[in-house]
């Protein structure tokens, strides 16, 4: 079945640093990919919808400049989370739409900033 | 904008008793509606999915009923198991492709 790699699946990092996280189609082409960030027993938040090629677009209340998204390609999209305080921390994941087949989940990535 | 309601947000039964979850949804033109089973720090799984020109689905232990008039959606878990107990996911899309908008979730406990 259709897989979507998501890398790195947990990072530490500092206070003000940057972080990105990979999600990369293996076995389709990825044409939209969407981005969720889930706090501890909450739901999956959305994000934003990154299309090949062009700009994503952001869902109200989310800081495009923070969270810089990119779909250079029809199987890479990439979530960088700039300038990263302790309440970014969080577990982020993608999800590829697959054509009329669905949704295709990462295994998510479990970001820490200290 | 596009909402899911899901209740309970807890739900607590006894081995072999019957699970039931329920969800509302905003968008009218929301046509896919996935459920999802979510172990910690995993990524969710599709358990079963129904499209708007179906009005129930089952699956094994597994049914979801659709109600497009009133805009519900519901999961049915029959013969529950202590495996079934994980947070479950209700969600709804737009043309199975669109972004996906999931509900807050429900944290079934089966009880041996």
């Known amino acids: 079945g259709a897989v979507v790699s998501q890398h790195p699946s947990w990072v530490i990092c500092k206070s003000g640093t940057s972080v990105k996280i990979e999600c990369r189609s293996l076995d389709f082409q990825a044409t939209t990919m969407f981005w969720y960030r889930q706090f501890p027993k909450q739901s999956l938040m959305l994000m934003a919808t990154?299309?090949?090629?062009?700009?994503?677009?952001?869902e109200q209340g989310v800081e495009k400049d923070k969270f810089l998204i990119n779909h250079a390609s029809l199987t890479l999209s990439t979530l960088t989370v700039t300038s990263a305080h302790p309440e970014d921390s969080s577990f982020y994941i993608c999800?590829?739409?697959?054509?009329?087949?669905?949704?295709?989940f990462g295994s998510g990535t479990r970001l820490t900033v200290v | 904008g596009e909402n899911v309601e899901q209740h309970p947000s807890t739900l607590s039964v006894q081995e072999g008793d019957s699970a039931v979850i329920k969800c509302t949804y905003s968008?009218?033109?929301?046509?896919?509606f996935p459920w999802y089973k979510q172990e910690l720090g995993k990524r969710p799984q599709l358990i079963i999915d129904i499209r708007s020109n179906v009005g129930e689905k089952k699956d094994q232990r597994i049914a979801v009923t659709l109600n497009k008039t009133a805009k519900h959606f519901s999961l049915h878990i029959t013969e529950t198991q202590p495996e079934d107990s994980a947070v479950y996911f209700c969600?709804?899309?737009?043309?199975?492709?669109?972004?996906?908008?999931f509900g807050q979730g429900t944290e079934l406990s089966v009880k041996p």
């Open positions: 999800s590829a739409r697959q054509g009329a087949e669905g949704y295709t």
């Open positions: 968008d009218s033109a929301s046509n896919y």
């Open positions: 990154s299309n090949e090629g062009s700009k994503a677009t952001y």
């Open positions: 969600a709804a899309a737009y043309n199975q492709g669109g972004k996906l908008i």
